[in-house]
């Protein structure tokens, strides 16, 4: 909401600008400054109307968008939206009240500034028309210029990096460390002691560290412990915290006794914290097809460059030996599978036997071989059984030993056996990069029996993408049939519609050249273009539509409504910009993530404006067609009788 009131500032004073502009021209004609308002706000009624409107409509089905997308962005569109029609009904009432009884009759008396700056204007109000009637004489460069701004929306979306959201310097890392199966608590704690070592002598801007070595709560082991690092506050220190965390994944890298996962807390996340940004599920019918190809897939996933660090849920490292009892040569010796199974039991598991009272206490009876007899694998073939006549027979002759490595822990997803394979980016890699590598090993390395998923902040991004790809369709299907209702014609919203593909293109190419990813804040930010950028085109056409209406010619009509709307379009337009800009230049701590979203609404808005000004035009004057006359919608003469 904080930001929509912040984006909403240099929207809402858009409607009053053209409404003023519009009276004043009036006034400096002569006009009585209550009559100036009447006409100025009746004349540019319709347009203001259909800029609310459009502008609105942008924001429904961000509204309704689903997903944590729609979650996220709901109160956005409900502020922006209510606070764009609002404005409307400001600029339609009471701003032409305020200007008809504040403005000053007659001549107005001009300031030095007006005086030193009027002739600038009025000088750009010539060259422009100047340059629109040249434009204009050669119209059809107007389709290689839209084909050119395909082009660049085409390459320069290749071109940018792709991701959730930016990761905000919230002055934290989460450091995960899990060592080798059946590691003890000892081990463990003297990993975490030297790694507790490291982080202080080379990490200067630790605030305060957690360091937790084998945690008793979730799904946490013995052989796991975990790490977190507060840093001082980003203006204290020179390295940023994505820095620190690169150089404390180098550096543990080195570390052969335990695995190291170093983690940023992301700046959109759905019910989970941290972990590692690729999260690719693969899912089999079984666990031999799984156990068969894991792998293989790792080995792959390890030696891509576009991955730093590789992880697997699903570990062969739990030792466990296999016990086959020859049934045959145990019922020749008259040994049971029972007595087999009872004999292991007692002599391992360490289970209570019975209890005993000394000197007033109770204690258990615990049944357990000594630790020097239980020790190796070795030992089992070492015990006896006592057969069904009493004699006692070494298990060596009844049984095959078979030492395999099995996974601590089953998963299941989507109600197959499956395997998450988690990867960090290589420096200078995108979320989109890493899920094409996956797809591109997948490809080579899984049969047609495997299916796949995402988890993580890799499915909030497809998701996200998915999401915000229709409500972009959704918003100018909309528009195109509001403006096609309220002009009563296919063309004219067709032609106000080729503003988006010139602002969209010049969006993606002030993202790129600003070092910008395109996000979740970008993408809504190139949504709410759609709506900016079509105000252009309505003033433009509504305007020349009117004095075709009044029978002037369809290019002399086009050429002075573009020169008539140059002034109210280019402050509407500089109004967004500047609107947007505290966004652009991250004012404020934690804003690093909606700078995307400044950037595409300034450089959408200010490219599209210059094109605008003369493809526009010039569409209109090769496509726009003769208005039909009805005279049965002509407003009937009031007759007074007396």
Known sequence: TLLAIVLATGLVVDDGIVVTENIFKKVEKGMNPIEASIKGSNEIFFAVISISVTLAAVFLPVIFLEGFVGR???????????????????????TPMLNAYLMRPGKQERSKFYNFTEKYFVKMNTSYAESLRVFIDKKWWSFPILVACLIIIGVFFSLLKKETAPYDDRSYIGLSISGPEGASYDYM??????????????IPEKKVSLVVTSPGFGSSSVNSGFVRIALVNPSERERTQHEIAADLTKWTKQYPNARVNVSESPTISVGRRGGMPIQYIIQAPNFQQLQEKIPEFMEEAGNDPTFSNTDLNLKFNKPEIYVTINREKAESLGVSVLDVAQTLQLSLSGQRFGYFLMNGKQYQVMGQFDKKDRAAPMDLTSMFVRNNEGLLIQLDNLVTTEEQSSPPQLYHNNRYMSATVSASLAPGKSISDGIDAMERIKEKVLGENFTTDLGGESRDFVESSSNTMFAFGLALLLIFLILAAQFESFIDPFIIILTVPMAVAGALFSLWLFGQ?????????????????????????????????????????????????????????????????????????????????GVVIIGGTMF????TLFIIPAMYLMWSRDKKHRPEFDKPEIQLYE
């Open 72 to 94: 996220l962005f709901r109160e956005f569109g409900v502020v922006l939206a209510s606070a764009v029609l609002i404005s409307a009904f400001v600029a339609l009432t009471l």
């Open 189 to 202: 704690d003297a990993f975490m002691n030297e790694l507790t070592e490291l982080i202080n002598d080379s």
């Open 608 to 611: 599209s404006l210059v094109l």
């Open 517 to 597: 990813t395109w996000n979740i804040f970008s993408q809504i930010g190139t949504v709410m273009l759609i709506g900016l950028v079509t105000k252009n085109g309505i003033l433009i056409v509504e305007f020349a539509n009117q004095l075709r209406e009044q029978g002037m010619p369809k290019r002399e009509a086009i050429l002075q409504a573009a020169e008539t709307r140059l002034r109210p379009i280019l402050m509407t337009s500089l109004t967004i910009a500047l609107g947007a800009l505290p966004i652009a230049i991250a004012l404020g701590a934690a804003s690093t993530s909606r700078i995307g979203m």
